[in-house]
Protein backbone atom coordinates (compact mmCIF):
# COMPACT_ATOMS: atom_id res chain seq x y z
CA UNK A 1 0.00 0.00 0.00
CA UNK A 2 1.37 3.87 -1.10
CA UNK A 3 2.48 5.16 2.34
CA UNK A 4 3.91 8.81 2.74
CA UNK A 5 7.38 7.61 0.96
CA UNK A 6 5.08 6.33 -1.83
CA UNK A 7 3.04 8.90 -2.07
CA UNK A 8 5.82 11.81 -2.35
CA UNK A 9 7.76 10.13 -5.02
CA UNK A 10 4.66 10.10 -7.34
CA UNK A 11 3.88 13.75 -6.55
CA UNK A 12 7.39 14.39 -7.20
CA UNK A 13 7.44 12.52 -10.63
CA UNK A 14 4.16 13.15 -11.82
CA UNK A 15 4.12 17.08 -11.33
CA UNK A 16 6.63 18.10 -14.42
CA UNK A 17 4.17 15.63 -16.65
CA UNK A 18 1.31 17.29 -15.92
CA UNK A 19 1.49 21.31 -14.27
CA UNK A 20 0.13 23.81 -16.41
CA UNK A 21 -2.08 21.42 -18.68
CA UNK A 22 -5.65 22.17 -18.73
CA UNK A 23 -8.10 19.16 -18.07
CA UNK A 24 -9.93 18.96 -21.64
CA UNK A 25 -12.18 16.35 -20.47
CA UNK A 26 -13.41 12.76 -18.46
CA UNK A 27 -14.03 9.69 -18.90
CA UNK A 28 -15.43 7.75 -15.98
CA UNK A 29 -14.96 4.30 -16.57
CA UNK A 30 -15.89 3.15 -13.12
CA UNK A 31 -18.36 5.81 -11.41
CA UNK A 32 -17.88 4.11 -7.45
CA UNK A 33 -14.03 5.36 -7.71
CA UNK A 34 -15.42 8.86 -7.32
CA UNK A 35 -15.50 9.95 -3.97
CA UNK A 36 -17.27 13.37 -4.13
CA UNK A 37 -18.86 15.25 -5.28
CA UNK A 38 -21.88 12.58 -7.99
CA UNK A 39 -19.70 11.60 -10.82
CA UNK A 40 -21.70 13.78 -13.34
CA UNK A 41 -21.13 16.89 -11.48
CA UNK A 42 -17.43 15.82 -10.53
CA UNK A 43 -17.16 15.58 -14.72
CA UNK A 44 -18.38 18.69 -15.38
CA UNK A 45 -16.65 20.85 -12.78
CA UNK A 46 -13.27 19.99 -13.15
CA UNK A 47 -13.36 20.74 -17.49
CA UNK A 48 -11.51 23.59 -18.45
CA UNK A 49 -9.43 23.60 -14.85
CA UNK A 50 -5.83 24.10 -14.81
CA UNK A 51 -3.53 21.54 -13.14
CA UNK A 52 -1.15 24.59 -10.91
CA UNK A 53 0.74 22.26 -8.91
CA UNK A 54 0.90 18.69 -6.77
CA UNK A 55 1.17 18.58 -2.97
CA UNK A 56 0.27 15.93 -0.59
CA UNK A 57 -1.14 15.70 3.28
CA UNK A 58 0.15 12.14 4.67
CA UNK A 59 -1.07 9.38 2.03
CA UNK A 60 -3.32 11.80 0.02
CA UNK A 61 -2.01 13.44 -3.23
CA UNK A 62 -3.45 16.92 -3.60
CA UNK A 63 -3.72 18.20 -7.39
CA UNK A 64 -4.73 21.95 -7.16
CA UNK A 65 -6.27 23.38 -10.01
CA UNK A 66 -6.94 26.51 -11.10
CA UNK A 67 -9.50 28.46 -13.11
CA UNK A 68 -7.62 31.66 -14.78
CA UNK A 69 -5.03 32.66 -11.88
CA UNK A 70 -7.13 31.57 -9.02
CA UNK A 71 -6.79 28.52 -7.04
CA UNK A 72 -10.06 27.21 -7.11
CA UNK A 73 -10.15 23.46 -6.11
CA UNK A 74 -8.51 20.34 -5.30
CA UNK A 75 -8.54 17.28 -6.84
CA UNK A 76 -7.51 14.28 -3.85
CA UNK A 77 -6.41 11.42 -4.98
CA UNK A 78 -6.29 8.75 -2.33
CA UNK A 79 -4.71 5.24 -3.63
CA UNK A 80 -5.17 3.12 -1.28
CA UNK A 81 -3.82 -0.29 -1.60
CA UNK A 82 -3.54 -0.62 -5.51
CA UNK A 83 -4.07 2.91 -6.81
CA UNK A 84 -1.55 4.31 -9.51
CA UNK A 85 -0.91 7.04 -11.39
CA UNK A 86 0.57 7.81 -15.30
CA UNK A 87 0.46 9.34 -17.86
CA UNK A 88 0.40 8.30 -21.45
CA UNK A 89 -0.54 9.65 -24.78
CA UNK A 90 -4.19 10.56 -25.13
CA UNK A 91 -4.91 7.77 -28.25
CA UNK A 92 -3.61 5.09 -25.71
CA UNK A 93 -6.07 2.33 -26.14
CA UNK A 94 -8.04 1.92 -21.95
CA UNK A 95 -5.41 0.34 -20.00
CA UNK A 96 -5.68 -2.47 -17.76
CA UNK A 97 -8.08 -1.94 -14.77
CA UNK A 98 -8.22 1.85 -16.14
CA UNK A 99 -10.76 3.46 -14.04
CA UNK A 100 -11.14 7.51 -14.69
CA UNK A 101 -8.75 8.80 -17.44
CA UNK A 102 -8.45 13.38 -17.61
CA UNK A 103 -7.86 14.20 -21.26
CA UNK A 104 -5.10 17.14 -21.14
CA UNK A 105 -4.11 19.78 -23.29
CA UNK A 106 -1.20 18.67 -25.06
CA UNK A 107 -2.45 15.62 -26.38
CA UNK A 108 -1.92 13.49 -23.40
CA UNK A 109 -3.97 12.13 -20.22
CA UNK A 110 -3.84 11.09 -16.50
CA UNK A 111 -4.85 7.72 -15.64
CA UNK A 112 -6.21 6.62 -12.41
CA UNK A 113 -5.23 2.63 -12.60
CA UNK A 114 -6.98 0.53 -9.60
CA UNK A 115 -7.31 -3.21 -9.85
CA UNK A 116 -9.58 -3.08 -6.59
CA UNK A 117 -11.17 -0.20 -7.26
CA UNK A 118 -10.67 0.78 -3.45
CA UNK A 119 -8.95 4.06 -4.53
CA UNK A 120 -10.90 7.62 -4.66
CA UNK A 121 -10.57 10.48 -6.41
CA UNK A 122 -13.06 13.66 -5.03
CA UNK A 123 -13.33 17.41 -6.21
CA UNK A 124 -13.49 19.84 -3.50
CA UNK A 125 -12.79 23.42 -2.14
CA UNK A 126 -9.53 23.47 -0.39
CA UNK A 127 -11.47 24.80 3.17
CA UNK A 128 -14.66 23.31 2.58
CA UNK A 129 -13.71 19.26 2.97
CA UNK A 130 -16.97 17.06 2.70
CA UNK A 131 -17.28 14.56 5.11
CA UNK A 132 -16.12 11.50 3.28
CA UNK A 133 -12.75 13.10 3.60
CA UNK A 134 -12.74 13.66 7.50
CA UNK A 135 -9.64 11.71 7.64
CA UNK A 136 -7.93 14.37 6.23
CA UNK A 137 -9.13 17.17 7.96
CA UNK A 138 -8.19 15.21 11.53
CA UNK A 139 -4.92 14.12 10.20
CA UNK A 140 -2.10 14.24 12.71
CA UNK A 141 1.60 15.53 11.97
CA UNK A 142 3.31 13.91 9.41
CA UNK A 143 7.38 12.01 11.09
CA UNK A 144 8.97 14.34 8.59
CA UNK A 145 7.69 17.82 9.97
CA UNK A 146 10.06 19.29 12.17
CA UNK A 147 7.07 19.86 14.70
CA UNK A 148 7.12 15.65 14.88
CA UNK A 149 9.24 15.72 17.96
CA UNK A 150 9.77 13.45 21.22
CA UNK A 151 6.95 15.73 22.77
CA UNK A 152 4.36 15.38 20.21
CA UNK A 153 4.82 11.77 20.30
CA UNK A 154 4.71 11.36 24.01
CA UNK A 155 1.25 13.55 23.80
CA UNK A 156 -0.37 11.26 21.46
CA UNK A 157 0.92 8.19 22.25
CA UNK A 158 2.23 8.55 26.24
CA UNK A 159 -1.63 8.01 27.61
CA UNK A 160 -2.73 5.34 25.68
CA UNK A 161 -2.91 1.58 26.63
CA UNK A 162 -3.54 -0.01 23.07
CA UNK A 163 0.06 -1.38 21.10
CA UNK A 164 2.72 0.87 19.48
CA UNK A 165 2.15 0.01 16.41
CA UNK A 166 -1.06 -0.20 16.22
CA UNK A 167 -1.10 3.83 17.41
CA UNK A 168 1.63 4.30 14.82
CA UNK A 169 -0.99 3.24 11.82
CA UNK A 170 -3.32 6.06 13.11
CA UNK A 171 -3.26 9.25 10.66
CA UNK A 172 -4.59 11.21 13.34
CA UNK A 173 -1.27 10.52 15.43
CA UNK A 174 1.63 9.52 12.23
CA UNK A 175 0.10 10.49 9.06
CA UNK A 176 1.75 9.33 6.43
CA UNK A 177 2.76 6.01 8.09
CA UNK A 178 1.55 2.60 7.34
CA UNK A 179 2.43 -1.09 7.79
CA UNK A 180 5.68 -1.26 6.26
CA UNK A 181 7.27 2.16 7.43
CA UNK A 182 6.22 1.31 11.31
CA UNK A 183 7.84 -1.84 11.10
CA UNK A 184 10.59 -0.84 10.03
CA UNK A 185 10.95 2.65 12.36
CA UNK A 186 9.71 -0.12 15.29
CA UNK A 187 12.76 -1.75 14.57
CA UNK A 188 15.47 0.74 14.00
CA UNK A 189 14.06 1.91 17.52
CA UNK A 190 14.07 -1.20 19.04
CA UNK A 191 11.09 -1.57 19.98
CA UNK A 192 8.87 -4.53 20.37
CA UNK A 193 5.35 -3.72 18.33
CA UNK A 194 3.37 -5.34 21.18
CA UNK A 195 4.63 -2.79 23.78
CA UNK A 196 1.60 -0.37 25.09
CA UNK A 197 2.05 3.19 24.17
CA UNK A 198 1.51 4.29 28.05
CA UNK A 199 4.88 1.75 28.64
CA UNK A 200 7.35 3.39 26.61
CA UNK A 201 10.62 5.54 28.15
CA UNK A 202 10.78 8.99 27.40
CA UNK A 203 14.21 7.51 25.70
CA UNK A 204 12.58 4.91 23.39
CA UNK A 205 10.38 7.59 22.55
CA UNK A 206 12.59 9.70 21.54
CA UNK A 207 14.38 7.08 19.17
CA UNK A 208 11.21 6.43 17.93
CA UNK A 209 10.59 9.80 16.48
CA UNK A 210 14.05 10.05 15.18
CA UNK A 211 13.59 6.27 13.58
CA UNK A 212 9.88 7.05 11.71
CA UNK A 213 11.62 10.44 10.38
CA UNK A 214 14.89 8.62 9.22
CA UNK A 215 13.13 5.77 7.50
CA UNK A 216 10.41 7.57 5.51
CA UNK A 217 13.07 9.94 4.77
CA UNK A 218 15.07 7.21 3.25
CA UNK A 219 12.03 5.62 1.51
CA UNK A 220 11.88 8.97 -0.36
CA UNK A 221 15.17 8.91 -1.15
CA UNK A 222 14.96 5.26 -2.37
CA UNK A 223 11.74 6.49 -4.53
CA UNK A 224 9.28 3.84 -2.36
CA UNK A 225 8.90 0.44 -1.73
CA UNK A 226 7.58 -2.01 -4.72
CA UNK A 227 6.81 -5.61 -2.86
CA UNK A 228 5.88 -8.07 -4.82
CA UNK A 229 2.38 -8.28 -3.54
CA UNK A 230 2.02 -4.49 -3.53
CA UNK A 231 1.05 -2.79 -6.45
CA UNK A 232 3.09 0.62 -5.84
CA UNK A 233 4.82 1.38 -8.92
CA UNK A 234 6.14 5.19 -10.35
CA UNK A 235 3.81 6.89 -12.71
CA UNK A 236 6.46 5.57 -15.48
CA UNK A 237 5.31 2.42 -14.00
CA UNK A 238 9.27 1.61 -12.51
CA UNK A 239 9.10 -0.13 -9.39
CA UNK A 240 10.71 2.09 -6.23
CA UNK A 241 13.96 0.45 -4.37
CA UNK A 242 13.41 0.86 -0.80
CA UNK A 243 12.44 -2.97 -0.77
CA UNK A 244 16.23 -3.78 -1.06
CA UNK A 245 16.87 -2.25 1.89
CA UNK A 246 13.76 -3.51 4.72
CA UNK A 247 14.86 -4.75 7.52
CA UNK A 248 11.84 -6.93 8.85
CA UNK A 249 9.02 -5.80 6.15
CA UNK A 250 8.10 -8.79 4.57
CA UNK A 251 11.13 -10.84 6.12
CA UNK A 252 9.35 -12.82 8.30
CA UNK A 253 11.31 -16.48 8.59
CA UNK A 254 14.75 -14.83 7.60
CA UNK A 255 17.58 -14.10 9.51
CA UNK A 256 17.89 -10.38 11.13
CA UNK A 257 20.75 -8.45 9.59
CA UNK A 258 22.25 -7.32 12.78
CA UNK A 259 21.76 -10.58 15.26
CA UNK A 260 20.33 -13.13 12.93
CA UNK A 261 17.64 -14.29 14.87
CA UNK A 262 14.77 -15.27 12.62
CA UNK A 263 12.13 -12.11 12.08
CA UNK A 264 8.78 -12.95 13.16
CA UNK A 265 5.23 -11.89 12.59
CA UNK A 266 2.20 -11.25 14.37
CA UNK A 267 -0.82 -9.54 14.22
CA UNK A 268 -1.70 -6.41 15.38
CA UNK A 269 -4.43 -3.86 14.47
CA UNK A 270 -5.83 -6.73 11.89
CA UNK A 271 -2.34 -6.35 9.61
CA UNK A 272 0.50 -8.54 9.94
CA UNK A 273 3.44 -6.78 11.74
CA UNK A 274 7.44 -8.36 11.40
CA UNK A 275 10.08 -7.89 13.91
CA UNK A 276 12.91 -9.41 15.46
CA UNK A 277 12.72 -10.86 18.75
CA UNK A 278 16.02 -10.17 20.22
CA UNK A 279 16.36 -6.62 18.27
CA UNK A 280 13.10 -5.73 19.60
CA UNK A 281 13.39 -7.85 22.71
CA UNK A 282 11.32 -5.03 25.06
ZN1 LIG B 1 17.93 -8.88 15.40
Known sequence: MPELPEVETIRREL?????DK??????IE?????????????ARAILGQRIAELGRRGKYLLVRLCAGTVVRQLLV????????????????????????????????????????VLGRVYLV???????VLG?????????????FDAAYLRRKVGHRSARIKALLLDQRIAAGVGNIYSDEALFRAGIN???????????????LAAALRDVLLEGIKHLGTSMRDSRYRRPNHLPGGFQKLLQ?????????????????ACTIANRTSRYCPRCQRR
Open 30 to 42: RSDIIGFPAPDMF
Open 248 to 264: VFGREGEPCRICGSEIV
Open 15 to 19: EPLVR
Open 22 to 27: TIRGVR
Open 125 to 131: EEDHLPD
Open 193 to 207: PNRPGDALRPREIER
Open 135 to 147: GLRHMGLEPIQPE
Open 77 to 116: VHLRLSGQLAVHAARTRPLRFERVRFLLSGGECLVFIEPR
